[in-house]
């Protein structure tokens, strides 16, 4: 029983949490510079997608992870100007942008990165990453250091831009203008201040932070590979902390909630896939001259990728079923409005009823696409 609660409380297990909810809260904090401007923006996760293949792009021709990561950063400058172009100057519904976006980000990220890379991916690409970073003196602590220590520099940059955007949205004249043109555009429009500019200056670092969450996955957290769909809804779970943070600071506890929820199973699901990876293969690497850090990048990570990802969309389905009971800690969600519903019209079953139907739904939704996904995993074996 200690082995097993050490293992589950090991610092392995805390790191694991830390790196999977940075991804999350980048994006998730750049939904929320929409959520303020009055926009809700669906399409993260196809800008985190387009992101992740972007800075593997920038970084394979530029010959830097930091190169990656800027031309990633300015990727999305331009994919929030395309978002805001049809949000705000064309008037178009901004849920229907962002499920094209989803869908475009989906085909364009596959396209191009077969193009470039074939259809093996990034495999054999030699493709600068971000290198972890020890913490002199901080490493040396017991425990704590682990965690805190030996990240990239993204996971650092994410928590330090929690209080620079806090800074900004609540203690600056355009975080006040940005608050406004989502609360009360017509106001700020008597004081002489644009509230559709403030929206495309919401969309664009919108556009920033998902660039980067983007980019710290596929240099950061994969280490310089690129493979089809790996934002795996990271988007939609960003979202979602939107949603959940009704635009208060809770953002980023939804963020850690999911991250702290999710970890401990995505560790053990890609130890799995690991493990079910052949040892021959393991060995074919070495005879190739191959390294043990070569062999696990080339050879053993791309199959495990391949073999993980329908367990990780699994994982979310879960995650997206578990949130049903999210209204019962103070969060506005579906089962909430349900609960409102039944309150004021004394009816219990029609709004129970609605809220089931739609869970069913959306769940048998994304089964469908797990199960597409699988099948296209079985013919590429052939």
Not at 24 to 36: D, I, N, Q, R
Not at 312 to 341: H, P, R, W
Request: hydrophobic letters at 50%; aromatic letters at 12%.
């Amino acid at each position: 029983m200690n082995e097993i609660l050490s293992q589950v409380f090991s610092a392995g297990t805390f790191t694991q949490m830390l790196r999977s909810a940075t991804p999350v809260a980048l994006a998730a904090m750049g939904g929320s510079m929409t959520e303020h401007a009055g926009i809700m923006n669906i399409g993260m996760d196809g800008m985190i997608l387009m992101g992740a293949l972007i800075g593997v792009l920038g970084s394979y021709v530029i010959g830097s992870a930091a190169g990656g990561v800027a031309v990633a950063v300015l990727f999305g400058i331009l994919v929030g100007l395309f978002f805001a172009l049809f949000v705000v100057k064309l008037k178009s519904d901004e849920f229907i942008i962002g499920c094209a976006l989803n869908i475009f980000a989906s085909g364009f990220t596959a396209y191009v990165s077969r193009a470039v890379f074939g259809l093996s991916g990034t495999s054999g690409y030699e493709i600068d990453y971000m290198r972890p970073i020890e913490i002199p003196v901080i490493k040396d602590i017991p425990f704590l250091g682990e965690i805190i220590s030996g990240n990239t520099a993204l996971v650092y940059v994410a928590w330090v831009l929690i209080l620079v955007m806090w800074l900004f949205v609540y203690k600056t004249p355009y975080g006040f203008w940005m608050r406004a043109s989502g609360e009360k555009p017509e106001t700020l429009r008597t004081a002489g201040i644009s509230p559709e500019k403030m929206k495309w200056l919401s969309s664009v670092l919108c556009g920033i932070l998902c660039g980067l969450s983007g980019a710290y996955l596929s240099l950061g957290y994969l280490n310089g590979t690129f493979v089809e769909g790996m934002s795996a809804s990271r988007g939609f779970i960003a979202f979602a902390c939107v949603i959940f943070a009704a635009a208060k600071d809770g953002t980023m506890v939804a963020a850690l909630a999911f991250g702290i929820n999710s970890g401990a199973y995505v560790a053990e699901i890609i130890r799995g896939g690991i493990m079910s990876i052949d040892n021959g293969q393991f060995e074919a690497g070495r005879s190739l001259g191959f390294n043990y850090l070569q062999t696990m990048r080339y050879i053993i990570v791309p199959q495990t990728i391949k073999n993980v990802l329908p367990s990780l969309m699994n994982e979310f389905i879960a995650l997206l079923k578990e949130t049903s009971v999210a209204g019962y800690v103070a969060v506005q969600d579906l089962t909430k409005a349900g609960d409102i519903i039944r309150s004021r019209t004394y009816s219990a079953f029609m709004p129970l009823i609605a809220v089931a139907l739609i869970y069913l739904i959306v769940v048998m939704f994304f089964t469908w696409l797990v199960g597409k996904l699988e099948r296209r995993l079985r013919a590429s074996d052939h």
